[in-house]
C-alpha cells in the first residue's frame, strides 16, 4: 500500500512596506510594482492594493539619505512568493529598505485592508485638524495690532533728548 503525498498551494496574506530612494523616477517606480505583481502572480498569488505613501522622512539616515518614498501593499501568495520578492529587492538598487509581514493564517487579506484604510482616514483627519490649527494661529499672528515698534530716542524716564536731563 503506497501513500502519495500530495503538495498543496496555500496562499497566505502579507503585507509589505517598501522604501525606495527618493530620486527613483516614476518609470523605476513602476518596473518595480511590475516585476512584483509579475512575481506574485506567477506564483499562484494576487495583489490586494498597493498604496503610495509618499516622500517621508527617514527615522534613521540610510547610506546618507534622510528621505525615502514609503509604498505599501497587501497580497496573498505563497511563501516562496515571499522569498523570491525578496531576492528582486535586494538586487534592486533603487530599494533602500523592505519587509514582509504574514498577517494571519490561512484567509483573506479583505478585513486587514478595510482596517488600514480606516486607520489611514483617521491619521488625515488628525493631520488636516492640525495643519488648519498652524494656518489659524499663523493668521492670528499676522493680523495682530501690534506692528514692528519704532525706537523713539527716549531714555528710561522717557525724555526725547536721548536720556540726558538738562542740569541747569
Same mark, same amino acid.
Given at each position: ?7 498543496? !498551494? ?47 522622512t527617514l527615522a534613521n539616515p540610510i547610506e546618507k539619505t534622510k ?13 516562496? !512568493? ?49 495643519? !488648519? ?36
Amino acid at each position: 500500500m503506497a501513500v502519495s503525498y500530495e503538495k498543496v !498551494a496555500i496562499k497566505r496574506p502579507y503585507e509589505a512596506v517598501i522604501i525606495m530612494s527618493p530620486d527613483a523616477s516614476d518609470e523605476q517606480q513602476k518596473s518595480l510594482f511590475t516585476k512584483n505583481k509579475e512575481i506574485i502572480e506567477g506564483l499562484g498569488g494576487s495583489v490586494v492594493s498597493v498604496e503610495t505613501w509618499g516622500k517621508r522622512t527617514l527615522a534613521n539616515p540610510i547610506e546618507k539619505t534622510k528621505l525615502g518614498l514609503y509604498f505599501h501593499s497587501y497580497f496573498e501568495a505563497q511563501p516562496s !512568493a515571499v522569498l523570491e520578492l525578496e531576492r528582486t529587492m535586494r538586487i534592486n538598487e533603487k530599494v533602500l529598505r523592505f519587509l514582509h509581514t504574514k498577517l494571519g493564517e490561512e484567509g483573506s487579506a479583505a478585513p486587514y485592508v478595510e482596517k488600514y484604510k480606516e486607520v489611514l482616514a483617521e491619521s488625515v483627519k488628525r493631520q488636516q485638524e492640525a495643519e !488648519a490649527k498652524l494656518a489659524k494661529k499663523k493668521a492670528a499672528r499676522s493680523s495682530s495690532p501690534r506692528g514692528p515698534r519704532k525706537f523713539d530716542g527716549g531714555g528710561r524716564d522717557g525724555n526725547r533728548d536721548g536720556g540726558s536731563r538738562d542740569r541747569g
